[in-house]
């Protein structure tokens, strides 16, 4: 199980890094999944989209690098993500963690090699 980001399908402003970090920890996810399957190991991941309260990735230069990305102020941020989404609601942690029980708890248990966006729908992250 790995948690990645919409980062790792959509290419952001001032975000070469950590996106390329992502992408390739979505393709070695895959890689995994290939490799281990006939030895019935899954591997999946689920690939949010920013989760700032409660998140120590959101505190100091981080948010203020995304701020500045995209002219907004840092108190912006929260509303910024969520007005970007289909759903046009803010994430939290208990979405992404109800998201990887699916995967672990058994529910999913003939999965592998997937991604689950749990990102309140951003269309340019749909897998195609």
Known sequence: ???ASKNGLVAGPNNVA???AKAAQLHMSRLLAAELGPDKIRVNTVNPDAVLRGSKIWEGAWA???AKAYG???EELPQHYAKRTLLGEELLAEDIAKAVRVFVDGSLSKSTG???NVDGG???AFVR
């Open 1 to 3: 199980m790995n948690i």
């Open 18 to 20: 950590y996106g390329t």
């Open 64 to 66: 203020q690098g995304r």
């Open 72 to 74: 907004i102020s840092v």
């Open 114 to 116: 997937n991604v689950l």
């Open 122 to 124: 951003v269309a340019m």
